[in-house]
Nanobody, 127 residues
C-alpha cells in the first residue's frame, strides 16, 4: 500500500503563488507515476498535472500550462506542484495520486486510472 499526504494549501489572492507537496510512504514510489487533480465544489475531480517515474516527462492540463509546474524528488518520495499566477477558478481541493505504471499515457487524465489517492488540501484564490 502507498499512503499519500498533501500539504501546502491555503488562501491566496489572485496572481499569487502556492507550492503543494505530496509525501508518499508505505512503499517506494520512485517507479510510480504521480499526479495532481483538483475538485471544485459541485464538480468532478479534474486532471491538473502528472509526471513520470523519473521526473523528466511532465504533462499538464491546458488550463494550467505556463502557470503550474510539477516536479518530484524521489530521494524524499515527494512530488510538488508549484502554482503561479493563481486565478479564482483554481479554487478547489487538490488531490495527489500515484500509480505503479511509471510512464505516462493519455489515460492519466482520467481519475479512474490512478490507484492511490491522498486526502486533499484546500486551495482558495480570492479575486
Amino acid at each position: 500500500q502507498v499512503q499519500l499526504v498533501e500539504s501546502g494549501g491555503g488562501m491566496v489572492q489572485a496572481g499569487g503563488s502556492l507550492r503543494l507537496s505530496c509525501a508518499a510512504s508505505g512503499r517506494p514510489v520512485s517507479s510510480y507515476a504521480m499526479g495532481w487533480f483538483a475538485q471544485a465544489p459541485g464538480k468532478e475531480r479534474e486532471f491538473v498535472a502528472a509526471i513520470n517515474y523519473n521526473g523528466d516527462v511532465p504533462y499538464y492540463a491546458d488550463s494550467v500550462k505556463g502557470r503550474f509546474t510539477i516536479s518530484r524528488d524521489n530521494a524524499k518520495s515527494t512530488v510538488y506542484l508549484q502554482m503561479n499566477n493563481l486565478k479564482p477558478e483554481d479554487t478547489a481541493v487538490y488531490f495527489c495520486a500515484a500509480d505503479s505504471q511509471g510512464t505516462l499515457t493519455r489515460m492519466v487524465v482520467e481519475s479512474t486510472y490512478w490507484h492511490y489517492w491522498g486526502q486533499g488540501t484546500q486551495v482558495t484564490v480570492s479575486s
